[in-house]
Nanobody, 120 residues
Framework: QVQLVESGGGLVQPGGSLRLSCAAS????????MGWYRQTPGKQRELVAT???????NYADAVKSRFTISRDNTKNMVYLQMNSLKPEDTAVYYC??????????????WGQGTQVTVSS
């Protein structure tokens, strides 16, 4: 059974920091690109950042230079360090695991989400 369990969300003041964590189980972690997405009510889920098993990263323009994604392949963990948080970063943040096969399509899994609220 695949599980992605997020933690670390909460309420923070503008300019503050939070670190999200995602614990993955039930998958061969190194086979998956890991990512963080976020969603606000009435809007589509949007990509925040991704990291490949080799450590290559990709960020949405809105979070570049403020957020850092990382992973620990020995612990099956992925992290999102969020600095200089803004009210517009308020959202539910989801952990994602994606495996793309050369033959056979792709497989992805989602966590249950963790709420991040940036407000004074």
């Amino acid at each position: 059974q695949v599980q992605l369990v997020e933690s670390g969300g909460g309420l923070v003041q503008p300019g503050g920091s939070l670190r999200l964590s995602c614990a993955a189980s039930g998958i061969i972690f190194s086979f998956y690109r890991m990512g963080w997405y976020r969603q606000t009510p009435g809007k589509q889920r949007e990509l925040v950042a991704t990291v490949t098993s080799g450590g290559s990263t990709n960020y949405a323009d809105a979070v570049k230079s403020r957020f850092t994604i990382s992973r620990d392949n020995t612990k099956n963990m992925v992290y999102l360090q969020m600095n200089s948080l803004k009210p517009e970063d308020t959202a539910v943040y989801y952990c994602n695991a994606l495996r793309v096969r050369i033959v056979g399509g792709s497989t992805d899994y989602w966590g249950q989400g963790t709420q991040v609220t940036v407000s004074s």
